[in-house]
C-alpha cells in the first residue's frame, strides 16, 4: 500500500526543527498516542513505509526528530487532525468517510410538518457532495445509508440544510436519520461512502400547531436514540 501520497501535507512543516529523520506511527483501532515507539523512520520524504495493512480503518501520524526532541505529531490530516485514515477493503484502499453534521434538529411546524435543520463544515477532498436522510412515520428506526432523500451541499464552505417533510397527521411519530455522503465514483456509475454518524431524532407531529417550541424540543427534538 504505497503511502507517499499522505506525506505530502508534512513536507515544509517545521523547516526550523532541522530535521534528522521522520517518525511513523500507526493503529488500527484509534489515532497514535504520542510517546508510543515509531513502526517506522526515514530521513526523508516523500517516503513509503515498507509494511502491508490488513483491511480494516487505520490511522498513521508522522513526527519530526532532530536527534535530541521529537516535534509531536504533525497535523497532516485534511482538516488539520494529527494522523491521516486509511481505511481498506478487500485489499484496496477506499475513500475515507465524510464529517457527519455539525449539528442537526427537528423543529415542529403548522400541519403536522417536522422541519430538518443542519449544518456541516469540511475541506479538503473528504468533503461530502450531498445531504442523505432517512425518515419513518411507522415507529420504526430509520435503516442506515439508505436515504429517502438526498440535497446537494454547496462545493465549499458551511453549508445550512432546511428541509420541511411532508406534512403529517396529528400524533404521528417521526424518526429520522442524517447523514451526508460523497461520491468516489463517477456521476453515471457512484460509489457513494457515507458519514459514520448514527444518530436517530424523533419528533411527534402537530397538525394543529405548535404556536412556539416546546422547552428544549426545538433544538434537538427528543432524545436521540444511539443505534
Known sequence: MALAKYYHNARGLFRIFNTAEYRFYRDNSAPPAEGSSPFATNATLPHTPADTYANGTWYISVSYFNGVLDSGFL?????????????????????????????WRLELQPSGVVRIVAHYFETGTLRAGQWAFAYTTNGSTPATDTPDVTQDLEDVGLDVLSYALPAQGDGTTVKVRLQTR?????????????????????????????SAPVGGERWMGRLPEEV
Open 75 to 103: 497535523p497532516v490530516g485534511e482538516n488539520g487532525e494529527r494522523y491521516l485514515r486509511l481505511d481498506i477493503a478487500g485489499g484496496v484502499e477506499t475513500g475515507s468517510p465524510p464529517q457527519g453534521p455539525m449539528d
Open 182 to 210: 460523497r461520491n468516489d465514483g463517477t456521476v453515471g456509475s457512484p460509489v457513494w461512502v457515507y458519514s459514520e454518524d448514527s444518530t436517530v431524532l424523533t419528533l411527534t407531529a402537530d397538525a394543529s400547531g405548535p
